[in-house]
Each structure stands twice: as C-alpha cells, then as structure tokens.
C-alpha cells in the first residue's frame, strides 16, 4: 500500500481478496502496509492489475520464490518479542545462554545466576535431547522444563528449549518462551505444522545440511500455518574437515537477511564444536549482522553431560560479553542491559 493508505483502503483490498478465497496477512511497517497473499490463481498477471486499481495500493508485486510469507517482499522486518523484553530482529540483540542439557537444579541455577549477571537475557537448554546415541543422556523431560523455568523467571531470563517430537509440543510449550526446531528436526514437516498452529515464537534451527532455501521452506510451513514469529538459527553445516564439528556459515547471516524478513540468531558452540572457537566466532556473527547468539555455558564443563568440549565456564563467558558488546556497539546494535544503562544515564 502507498505510506499513509488508509485502514478503509486497506479494508477493501482485504476484502476482495476474502472474496477470492485467497489468504492474506497484513503487516504493518513503519512506512507502508504490505498485504501479504498466498493462493492457487490461474492468472496472476490479470489478479495483480486488477488489484493495482484499488485505492491506496501502491504496487503489486508478484513473488516467484518458493517461499512466499517469509520472503523478504512479503512484509516489514519481523522482530520477535518475548514477555521478559528480549527482541530478535530489534536494536537490541537476543543473548541466549545456557547448558546443552538441563542436568540438575544446582547446575541449572548456577548457570542462569550467571549468565544474567554477564548479560543474557534467554535461558537455553535442552529438556528433550536429540542424541547421535540412544544410550546417551536423553534429558530430563518435563521435570527440566520446570527447572527452566523456575531458574529463568528467578533471574529475569526467558526460556528457550527444544521440542522433539510433535507429542510433546504442548507440554513444552507450557514452559518455554521460544520453542526450539533442532537441526535434525529441520525437515519434520509434522512437527513444523504443529508449532505453526500456536502462537508462541519458534527458533529454527538450520538443518546438518540443508541449503538456505530449503531451510527458507521449513520456515514458510511454520508461517503458513499462522505463526509469524519464526527466528532463524544458523548452527553450521555439515563439512568435510573434521577439524571443527560443523562448517559455520556466517556468509548465511547477511544473505539471509536479504532473503527474509525474519530474524537470524547464530550459535557458534554446535557452528564449531570447539570452545576456543566459539569466541571469535561470536564476534563475526555478530558483526555479520546476526540478531543474536546461542551459546552453550556450563559451571563446570568438564563434567557436563553432553557438548562440555563447546561449553564456555561462566567466566569465559563474562568476558565474551564485554567484547561481544563492544562489537554490537561498533555495528550500530545494542546488548541486552544498555537500555537500563542509558535510562540511568538521561
Ligand atoms: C541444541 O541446541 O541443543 C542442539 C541439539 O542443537 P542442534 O539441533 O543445532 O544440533
Ligand atoms: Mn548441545
């Protein structure tokens, strides 16, 4: 629609399209609305000049994509907010941090107590884990889902969590803030419609190998069902060098982000598989234009159940804070806590 249509103009075209059985969804930006549509037509050319006559309508533009809802022309930037003030896709960056796996109360706590301290503001970590081995750890289930919780609402975090499989979408999405897609879950097109139907954020994670536009597919089902707030997760590709666990595509953030409208968060620790690693790797994603990072912290890594060799202790993870946000300030960007610093200051 032309900046400044009116909500009357904007009623009409909604209707119309009502009238031909086409979906629609409107998306209203800080210069224009756009009015996203998706449907079966026959004549696209005939639709869209007939719709370039309506009042108020700036352009129509069709999308060749493969991916419609969440290609970039469809609508403004999405960002995703959470009830304890995290955003991805704002100013300010989304700092998930936490174990790979929910071990225990003492070491969940621990955990949450420090990295709110160093300036996360989500709460990770695994209640359902999806293991290479079915003799490994598994999780916790539902009883790590209330320990997230209680130690998320303790210090002011969200929570972000995985759910495996689409008979246990309900009773995590009864705890969790964002609901996790992991990386071999990418494809389970069951469990994509099934997160779509709630209105709960999703961070999807970017399958071992899938390519970008595959990865745009999984989530154009999220949206298509009627969840709009998708927050993509690039995690590293499968690679041949066994050097590092997986190949971190960082040329995906600002790639993506001309593709898409949604929000792109990184995670070095499964990018890399390295501690040493996750560190710089942190910075570059960030001055790659990334909306946030999840990274894997544990009191004591060496003991940790699953992923210690990626984990950072608190201490290292204290002091990627400080140069993370010194690059977040570099690139134009904000870290979680500075508005709280700049309110005191005016
Ligand atoms: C995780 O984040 O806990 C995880 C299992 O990651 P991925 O799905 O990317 O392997
Ligand atoms: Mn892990």
Not at 128 to 147: I, N
Not at 199 to 216: C, M, N, Q, Y
Not at 298 to 303: D, E, L, M, V, Y
Not at 313 to 321: D, K, Q, T, V, Y
Request: one cysteine or more; a negative charge.
């Amino acid at each position: 629609m032309r900046p400044g249509a009116t909500e009357t103009e904007v009623a009409a075209v909604i209707e119309h399209l009502d009238l031909l059985s086409l979906n629609s969804h409107v998306s209203r930006g800080a210069e224009r609305t756009v009015v996203g549509v998706v449907g079966v037509t026959d004549d696209k050319d005939t639709l869209a000049a007939q719709f370039a006559q309506f009042d108020g309508v700036e352009s129509v533009v069709p999308i060749s994509r493969s991916y419609k809802l969440v290609s970039r022309e469809a609508r403004a930037s999405t960002v995703v907010r959470l009830r304890n003030g995290a955003t991805f896709g704002g100013a300010t960056l989304a700092i998930c941090a936490g174990p790979c796996s929910v071990e225990s109360r003492e070491q969940l706590t621990a955990t949450a107590v420090a990295v709110a301290r160093s300036g996360a503001n989500v709460l990770r970590g695994g209640a359902f884990k999806p293991r290479t081995s079915p003799y490994a750890f598994q999780g916790l289930g539902e009883d790590g889902l209330k320990l997230l919780r209680e130690a998320a609402d303790a210090n002011g975090l969200a929570v972000v969590t995985e759910v495996l499989d689409v008979r246990d979408v309900e009773v995590v999405a009864r705890y969790a803030d964002v609901l996790q897609i992991g990386a071999r879950n990418m494809q389970n097109f069951g469990l994509l419609r099934a997160v779509g139907e709630l209105r709960l954020p999703v961070l999807l994670k970017r399958g071992l190998s899938a390519t970008i536009e595959e990865w745009l597919m999984a989530a154009e089902y999220v949206v298509v069902a009627g969840n709009h707030d998708v927050v993509l997760c690039e995690r590293g590709i499968r690679s041949f060098d066994p050097h590092t666990r997986n190949l971190l595509d960082l040329a995906a953030v600002p790639l993506v982000r001309e593709l898409t409208h949604l929000p792109i968060v990184v995670d070095p620790s499964h990018g890399t598989g390295v501690r040493a690693l996750v560190a710089p790797m942190s910075l570059a994603a960030v001055a790659a234009g990334a909306d946030g990072l999840l990274i894997e912290v544990h009191p004591n890594p060496a003991a940790a159940f699953s992923d210690g060799p990626q984990s950072l202790s608190p201490p290292l993870f204290a002091e990627l804070m400080l140069a993370v946000r010194a690059v977040a300030h570099a690139v134009g960007r904000r870290l979680p806590g500075d508005e709280v610093v700049q309110a005191a200051a005016g």
